[in-house]
């Protein structure tokens, strides 16, 4: 499975982005069936979980500081999941990846290891 991270940019606070994970590759289909998940990285800082949906209608997931202002949602027609990013601060900045995995269970949903596929990262820099 491929991952492309697209979306990213440079916005004010309190403004809003849309980050998109676009799955490819051989053994994909069906794609409902792998849980994604959004994790970023800002310099020196190790990478964060922000918020993951679960394969197979299983549920969302969102670190407390993004909740209520950040949304994800999966299109499994378009192979793609989004991050919907509202309300944005200056330390939502960083490199944003999205990951796959097909067998996560909700205890290791947060944890960058548990994951199988990588994307190669979005910027999201939130400044005025």
């Known amino acids: 499975v491929q991952l492309q991270a697209s979306g990213g940019g440079l916005v004010q606070p309190g403004g809003s982005l849309r980050l998109s994970c676009a799955a490819s590759g051989p053994s994909v289909r069906p794609f409902s069936r792998y849980s994604v998940g959004w994790f970023r990285q800002a310099p020196g800082e190790q990478r964060e979980f922000v918020s993951a949906i679960k394969g197979n209608g299983g549920g969302t997931f969102y670190r407390d500081s993004v909740k209520g202002r950040f949304t994800i949602s999966r299109d499994s027609a378009k192979n793609t999941v989004y991050l919907q990013m509202n309300s944005l601060k200056p330390e939502d900045t960083a490199v944003y990846y999205c990951?796959?995995?097909?067998?996560?269970?909700?205890?290791?949903?947060?944890?960058?290891?548990?994951?199988?596929?990588w994307g190669q990262g979005t910027q999201v820099t939130v400044s005025s």
């Open positions: 990951s796959a995995g097909a067998r996560l269970i909700n205890s290791a949903i947060r944890t960058p290891d548990a994951y199988d596929y």
